[in-house]
């Protein structure tokens, strides 16, 4: 694109004065400088957004995991099924020793 404009930058460039020469070739230097920058910003922010989907994936991992123990916990949770109100001091150290191995796991 900017290849382009510099030929097309030509024609004017052999029929103008010098000091109209000289902005024209100045725009082009700008017009290049600025898709410089544009690449780099987009290879900038591309990096960010691969880094930021990497990050996702790895917490998403992480939730299916926590979530998974949640789950088996509930469950080893219910298999002691007894009223808090009524509970032993047995029956909360079997939670205990549920929540102590599952958060181990």
Not at 6 to 12: G, R, S, V
Not at 45 to 74: A, G, M, P, R
Not at 86 to 99: E, G, H, N, P
Request: negative net charge.
């Amino acid at each position: 694109m900017v290849n382009s404009v510099k030929k097309a930058a030509q024609l004017p460039l052999n029929t103008t004065t010098a000091e109209g020469k000289d902005a024209i070739q100045q725009e082009c230097k700008e017009l290049q400088t600025d898709l410089d920058n544009l690449y780099a910003f987009s290879k900038e922010h591309k990096k960010s957004l691969e880094k930021c989907l990497e990050t996702w994936v790895e917490f998403e991992k992480y939730y299916e995991d926590i979530n998974s123990k949640i789950q088996q916990y509930d469950i080893q949770l219910k298999k002691e099924a007894f009223d808090p109100e009524s509970a032993t001091v047995q029956d909360m150290d079997r939670c205990k020793v549920v929540l102590i191995y599952d958060l181990c796991l």
